[in-house]
């Protein structure tokens, strides 16, 4: 089983960065892949980015692609999303998620979930 714990959220200016942190418990993390999702208020929870548990595959939703980046670290069992450019449309609770199995762009896809850190852009 694992447990993560999301960090690094805040309140930024449009065209500010935030480095959020995934950070997770278990000696097996490095076999899951991993995934950041987001939900702004009165909106679905929405995939952002993805990577497999090597770190060798990453893949980013259309809307953060050149300005968002996902990656790991497994000698430190966490999992970063750098944002970059960030707009007030990236306003969301952002979520880490994790699975053993096939990496994917659906919430139905991942077992464990953090409890989310809040992402604040202002205009």
């Known amino acids: 089983q694992v447990q993560l714990v999301e960090s690094g959220g805040g309140l930024v200016q449009a065209g500010g960065s935030l480095r959020l942190s995934c950070a997770a418990s278990g000696r097996t993390f490095s076999s899951y892949s991993v995934a950041w999702f987001r939900q702004a208020p009165g909106k679905e929870r929405e995939y952002v980015a993805s990577i497999t548990w090597s770190g060798s595959i990453t893949t980013h939703a259309d809307s953060v692609k050149g300005r968002f980046t996902i990656s790991r670290d497994n000698a430190k069992n966490t999992v970063y999303l750098q944002m970059n450019s960030l707009k007030p449309e990236d306003t969301a609770v952002y979520y880490c998620?994790?699975?053993?199995?096939?990496?994917?762009?659906?919430?139905?896809?991942?077992?464990?979930w953090g409890q989310g850190t809040q992402v604040t852009v202002s205009s």
């Open positions: 998620a994790a699975t053993r199995g096939l990496v994917g762009t659906t919430a139905g896809s991942y077992t464990y």
